[in-house]
């Protein structure tokens, strides 16, 4: 019986994952769709409202995504907790379009992330 020799990878940044990807010989033109997807980041923002923390946490679901909010969010007893949003660059990039259509508060966090993502190269 054949072995599969699997073992863990480690990408870091986009080019990374472009590298890996072309290793294993996948065509070239499909590296910049697959590249973002193989990057998983955990961000935590700070002093976010809970209302938004809730908005938030739902539209990174609906991606596939999580955000890990506390365990007290939809008592609204505490006006602001920091929070994880998790997820690969591909589905943070998503949330970044997602958040940008809500109200400004929201927009604001949109564009500190938008900011942080593009650190990632």
Known sequence: MATHHPTFVTIGSLNDARKEIKAIGSDLDSIEIMAPKAIHKVIRFEQVVLQDAII??????SLGGEVAIPK??????????????????????????????HYPRIKTLA?????LLTKIR
């Open 56 to 61: 938030i946490k739902q539209d990174m679901l």
């Open 111 to 115: 564009s500190e992330l938008s900011l």
């Open 72 to 101: 007290d969010a939809f008592e609204l007893k505490e006006r602001q907790a920091s929070i994880l949003v998790m997820g690969t660059l591909k589905q943070l990039q998503e949330l970044v379009n997602k958040l940008q259509r």
